[in-house]
């Protein structure tokens, strides 16, 4: 069975700094990978989506990249803000999607 | 695009009613909606495929006959939780893809915070 586990499960940055979060999966025999954001008591807001084909995806300060080989994936967030923190989730699709227990992302002021 | 609306949001019922929420597509048609179920701190556990127009697909040890599922329409599932009990309490969230195929993406509605008394 697929296992997704993403790390760190919690992190705390202040503004302005560029971070990484790490999402790592055991079966790479995967369609896409997909990062979202939760905000607390709310549902997902894909962020982006990357193909098996696909080596990175870009868009605004976010770049997410996959090494389906290594089972490995990152989500890059450039000059961080604090409208940044929400817990970020990421998901791989294989016969159904995977998810990991995601990163709890806080910015400081 | 790709706008998925749950409703409601928020509802506390007694133990032993039944709750229906309702996921709906509100601008793509969606032949298969995913329903999950979430605790505090933990990821999305999947608990079933709702498919339009056949019956659900249900994830081993979910109760079938406890989460009621129907897929009527291209834009519309509900899952109904009969004789809720308090270790029903959880956030309930919906997904469906405006596409066929492993590829497409997720899109999530907002979630349904289910709280049983």
């Known amino acids: 069975k697929q296992e997704v586990t993403q790390i760190p499960a919690a992190l705390s940055v202040p503004e302005g700094e560029n971070l990484v979060l790490n999402c790592s999966f055991t079966d790479s025999a995967i369609y896409n990978l997909q990062w979202f954001r939760q905000d607390p008591g709310k549902g997902l807001t894909s962020l982006l989506l990357i193909q098996s084909s696909q080596r990175e995806q870009t868009s605004g300060r976010l770049n997410a990249s996959l090494d389906k080989s290594s089972g490995r994936s990152t989500l890059y967030i450039a000059a961080s803000q604090p409208g940044d923190s929400a817990t970020y989730l990421c998901a791989v699709r294989g016969n159904q999607f995977y998810f990991g227990t995601g990163t709890s992302l806080t910015v400081i002021p | 695009g790709a706008v998925v609306s749950q409703h409601p949001s928020r509802v506390i019922c007694k133990s032993g009613t039944s709750v229906k929420i309702e996921c709906r597509s509100l601008?793509?048609?969606?032949?298969?909606m995913f329903w999950y179920r979430q605790f505090p701190k933990q990821s999305l556990m999947l608990m079933a495929t709702s498919n339009e127009g056949s019956k659900a697909t249900y994830e081993q040890g979910v109760e079938k006959d406890k989460f009621l599922i129907n897929h009527a329409s291209l834009t519309l599932s509900t899952l109904t939780v009969t004789s809720a009990h308090p270790e029903d309490s959880s956030f309930y969230i919906c997904?469906?893809?405006?596409?066929?195929?492993?590829?497409?993406?997720?899109?999530f509605g907002n979630g349904t915070r289910l709280t049983v008394t």
């Open positions: 601008d793509f048609q969606a032949t298969t």
């Open positions: 997904s469906a893809s405006p596409e066929t195929g492993e590829v497409s993406p997720l899109h």
